[in-house]
């Protein structure tokens, strides 16, 4: 033990130190010792968190978030995902698909084709319509040809006469 200095005194020497020895105190019975106060005194450790109840707080928030977001994640974010990533089949088919287009502006033809008789005329009768397809050597229309059947009878006239003046000419020769 070391000996207690009063606050007067100045700190003992090194020869002080060994001749001082410490003295055992004699064997008595222990007196009663009172309590310095009645009041019971708060752990200090405890008293902190105490004061820091948003600490507290925290510490307890925390895990309810975790939670929460979890159990969010699994319940909508999850489900959301999956459907997204399924992929939906159908057997192939041929079909009619009800589409119905409604646009404005000018339609354009993939390929255009000016038909024209070879002689001029009159058209008698129109077989197809515009925007029908066609094949080849279908016939699209009639012309009127009445101007043409007076002039091939005018020439099959002409014909028969030529062969029957022949024959009479060689005949008078």
Do not use: H
């Not at 009445?146 to 002039?151: D, Y």
């Amino acid at each position: 033990m070391s000996t207690s200095l009063k606050p007067t005194e100045s700190p003992p020497t090194e020869a002080e130190s060994k001749v001082l020895a410490p003295i055992e105190p004699e064997a008595t019975e222990p007196e009663a010792v009172e309590p310095e106060s009645t009041e019971v005194q708060p752990l200090k450790g405890l008293d902190r968190l105490r004061s820091n109840k948003w600490l507290m707080g925290l510490v307890m928030l925390i895990p309810i978030m975790g939670v929460s977001y979890f159990a969010y994640r699994q319940v909508v974010i999850v489900p959301q995902q999956q459907a997204k990533s399924k992929v939906q089949t159908a057997p192939v088919g041929r079909g009619n698909l009800p589409i119905t287009i409604s646009a404005n502006g000018t339609v354009q033809p993939e390929r255009s084709v000016n038909v024209s008789p070879k002689t001029a005329g009159i058209l008698k009768q129109l077989l197809v319509k515009e925007g029908d397809a066609v094949e080849k050597g279908q016939v699209l229309a009639y012309m009127d040809n009445s101007n043409l059947q007076g002039e091939l009878q005018q020439s099959q006239g002409k014909l028969a006469c030529s062969g029957r003046c022949k024959s009479t000419t060689i005949a008078q020769w």
